[in-house]
């Protein structure tokens, strides 16, 4: 149960002058930075209070018109009565933003971005040696340079079902061969066409699709989306041990799946949303969740997205997210330079720590990987990110690249730590990450830590 000071302290009704300038900056800066955004279509945020005619007034300025308020179950908890709203305008999404800059109703404006995954494209594929971020110094086959994890699984720590993590990404693939029993089964709103747990989302049986609105979280290729990223991604943090396929870093653990990334992509609206799922799942349901996985950006500063983030940082969820696979060009950026989001959110000043564990990728042989972002402040830790083998759609095993795949590793790496240390806080699993990484030297000088995931001790 949350304490009254984490109820209150995200009260985000009022942003100063100073921060509201800095949001719309930012968001501008995405836009002129080659950013993707949804055509026509901007969020805003009113300030509490405002007056209907004030409001219809900026809508007027935009001729705009309201297509969606967000405010969702989890906003409200933690002091947000207001929301957010998407708004459909004719006018180009940067040139809307400039007529209702400064409007004294509006608290900030920005784009709706769209976001995309960060991949470039005793179980079999563990022991013929194709695993190789699952291995460690003494496991058979070797790898320094893997997360270390059958070491910790020699010594009994293979996880727990207790402990969930979301998914927030394409949609997984729930009853792939080596992911059955690993997916949550939402106990507070059984199949009946009627939303039970009240949570705004009928049937959400496994999670949700928050790209098309509905309650399957995996469409194969119906709708053009073939899920095989977030399935790969789950593999990664959880594919069973059952001497078939893969293996994940936890033998045992819980995923819920969070479908915001589309055809198109994922917008900010709907990874608020997605977001919030599960911090109205632990605030309301004291569920075991101790992450989120975020293997997607291209999008630039978004207040909003910030503000959920923070929100599940006071309900000590971490956010685990990718750094980024650079430019056009292929070669990693230094995200100290610009900020790649969402892994260079930061919520210490909001929440009274970082929840955010930004991730970098490495090869099997310790470098980093050429596309792979960077930043000795802004990237965290490095994992295995090369040539990475798991679990994809239609039953299927695929290798990929990308700061996509070393993300899942190190939530892997938080729900191990949260399973044989249970009660630990947000703040003790991340630094007990962080703590553990094994110094090297592709990674000097290139992230926080210097050095590359360890779940050795886990």
Known sequence: MLSATLLTACNTDQLTEDQELSATAQADAGIAGGQQIVPNEVLVKFRAGAASEARAAVLERISGKVKEK??????????????????????????????????????????????THQAASSDPYYTNGSLWGMYGDATAPA?????????????GHTGSASVVVGIIDEGVQTDHPDLQGQIWTNPFDPVNGVDDDGNGYIDDVNGWDFDANDNSVYDGGTRGAYDDHAT???????????????????????????????????????????????????????????ASNNSWGGGGFSQALSDAVVRAAQAQILFVAAAGNGGSDGVGDNNDAVGSYPSNYNTASAAGYDNVIAVAAITSTGGRSSFSNYGATTVDIGAPGSGIYSSTAYNTYSSYNGTSMATPHVTGGVALYAASHPGSTAQTIKDAILSSAVPTSSLAGKCTTGGRLNVSGF
């Open 70 to 115: 967000i405010l969702t179950k989890t906003m409200a908890r933690f002091g947000d009565k207001e929301g957010v709203v998407l708004v459909h305008t004719p006018m180009a999404a940067l040139e809307a933003l400039s007529k209702i800059k400064g409007e004294g109703a509006v608290e900030f404006a920005e784009p709706n971005f769209l976001y």
């Open 143 to 155: 790898n320094q340079y893997g997360s270390q994890a059958g070491e910790a699984w020699a010594v």
């Open 232 to 290: 790969h991604v789950a593999g990664t943090i959880g594919a069973k041990n059952d001497g078939k396929g893969v293996v994940g870093v936890n033998w045992n653990v819980t995923m819920i799946s969070l479908k915001f990334l589309g055809r198109r992509g994922g917008t900010t609206a709907n990874a608020i949303k997605a977001v919030d799922y599960l911090t109205d799942l632990k605030t309301r349901h004291n569920m075991n969740i101790v």
